[in-house]
């Protein structure tokens, strides 16, 4: 091969690869996703709300050829899902809809491709020469849920009730939906990866020695990622099977108690006693719409107490957000060149639980849903992929680096020093690209909590409703809140990301 032959494959053939995997990806191709919101994180942990809001607006300003708007990029999803979730951390309920409506409308584009089309086809070449960030975020299936449930308690906000119950009407189906979808999504990106290996014969001989997690785990150069690996397998048993998130099968349940359908609430309830079988909070709903469903209790159940006052009416549910979600942070993996690679980070809840008084009596809530537990389960699942695609990657950008190197050397009548520049010029080029391009995948909704949890009480006759936060170091944050005289029943939602950060939404129900 000539120079010039080799220059015309650079120009004609990586290049336009390279250059789509940048267009269709945001800039964390280069400054991974969690990296960048960094900023964003800090302000919302220290309660400086709206420096956390512009940090996302940015993101999301009109996109121009000179600024790094993630708009009509592959990172434009995660940064919708932040503002859905941050607007609602505020109180701005309908900008909280707006928000996920577009990210539901992404999430769609990219499910109804039932064809790879020109634009998956430019992402997958891009990412193979760049890196996964390339490929357009798609949303875990944890966000997808997630999604649906704050869209869910922002119509509930902004006081349209009506949306509010068909939402969680929808809740079971769209959850069914996600598990459906993860073979059918899964199924695409390992043909995806199977075609991009057929591609690269020789990479893709070395990924399968090289790239399997036995082979990475023995390296003891990769201490901290077999350490992260066995904390997220720990983490990972707190979840469900199946990407079942109980927040979402609950609200299903509730609307159906609301409405009366205790045949239908049964079913819930059994999904998630089934789940959680020692979950007292799930074992006690289960009695109560059994017996209310005039079905036959169990008999491992048979000692349960059904609620004694009803939740179909005059009844106040309190939500508790505790925490912040699990993240994506870069760490290093070697096998043994060294990549950059996605781990989990877990971080400590700022709250222990949360306690209810009214009307002189107590309620303590119990845990409705593990959020690092669903993600942590999923990264388990999607693990062997990840590290396919990402050693693939790396050998790919490799053997371009090293068979341009021997291109110019092999070329016997070019003169030494114009030789001898243009092996420099590609050393220090492509060694500049690789670094710039050794960029883990970090990209997840981090405005979400670390888990939910939840009680439940009569209506007081006085409204008045004390709430106890008992942090983990044994004291505890108290508000006060007033029901308002024209709300029947009511959802309140404690967001709490940490004792500097607590918001507290009441969420009227009129109906009854």
């Known amino acids: 091969m000539t120079i010039r032959r080799f220059l015309s494959i650079l120009a004609c053939r990586i ?21 960048q919101k960094e900023d964003m994180m800090e302000y919302y942990l220290n309660g400086e709300n709206e420096d956390a809001l512009d940090e996302i607006e940015y993101k999301l300003r009109e996109p121009a050829w000179y600024n790094t708007s993630v708009v009509d990029t592959g990172d434009e999803l995660v940064w919708r899902l932040e503002a859905g979730s941050m607007n609602f951390h505020v109180g701005n309920f309908e900008e909280c809809i707006d928000q996920l409506k577009i990210a539901e409308e992404l999430i769609e584009q990219y499910d109804d491709r039932a064809e790879v089309s020109a634009r998956d086809i430019g992402a997958e070449a891009g990412a193979a020469l760049t890196n996964l960030n390339a490929l357009p975020y798609r949303g875990w299936c944890r966000d997808r849920i997630a999604l649906a449930v704050y869209k869910a308690f922002a119509y509930l906000g902004k006081g349209d009730e009506e949306a509010f119950h068909a939402q969680i009407r929808r809740l079971r189906n769209e959850q069914k939906k996600v598990q459906d979808d993860y073979s059918t999504f899964f199924e695409q990106e390992k043909a995806e990866l199977e075609a991009e290996k057929a591609q690269n014969p020789d990479a893709a001989k070395q990924t399968d020695s090289l790239g399997s997690i ?38 299903s349940g509730l609307g159906s108690i609301r409405d009366g359908e205790y045949d239908n609430a049964r079913i819930d309830f059994q999904h998630l006693v089934e789940a959680m079988p020692n979950n007292p909070l799930f074992r006690q709903y ?21 609620f004694d006052f009803p939740l179909d009416q005059n009844c106040v549910f309190v939500v508790f957000a505790n925490g912040r979600s699990a993240a994506l942070e870069e760490s290093s993996i070697y096998f043994p060149v060294m990549a950059a690679w996605p781990s989990c980070a877990f971080f400590d809840a700022p709250f222990k639980d949360l306690e209810a008084e009214a009307a002189g009596k107590k309620y303590g809530s119990l845990i409705l849903a593990d959020m690092d537990g669903i993600l942590a389960q999923e990264f388990d699942e999607r693990l062997p992929g990840i590290i396919t695609r990402i050693v693939l990657s790396t050998l790919i950008k490799e053997a371009a680096y090293y068979a341009g190197i021997a291109v110019i050397a092999a070329q016997k009548d070019m003169d030494p020093a114009v030789q001898a520049a243009a092996l420099a010029t590609v050393a220090i080029g492509g060694a500049a690209y690789r670094a710039a391009m050794n960029t883990a995948d970090t990209r997840g909704w981090e405005i979400l909590p670390k888990e939910f949890q939840l009680t439940q009480f009569p209506v007081p006759a006085d409204r008045q409703v004390k709430l106890k936060l008992h942090l983990t170091g044994g004291n505890e944050l108290v508000k006060e809140l007033q029901l308002p005289a024209d709300c029947k029943s009511a959802i309140i939602f404690v967001d709490a990301p940490s004792v500097q950060n607590v918001a507290f939404h009441v969420l009227p129900i009129k109906s009854k």
């Open 15 to 35: 290049l336009p690869a390279v250059a789509a995997g940048i267009l269709f990806a945001g800039c964390s191709s280069v400054v991974n996703s969690h990296s």
């Open 214 to 251: 036995e082979k990475l785990t023995g390296n003891s150069d990769n201490a901290a990622f077999k350490n992260n690996l066995a904390k997220v397998k720990k983490v990972a048993n707190k979840g469900y099977g199946n990407f079942l998130n109980p927040a979402a099968i609950f609200l």
């Open 286 to 306: 289960y009695v109560t719409v059994l017996q209310k469903a005039g079905r036959e209790i169990p008999e491992n159940l048979a000692d349960v107490q059904p």
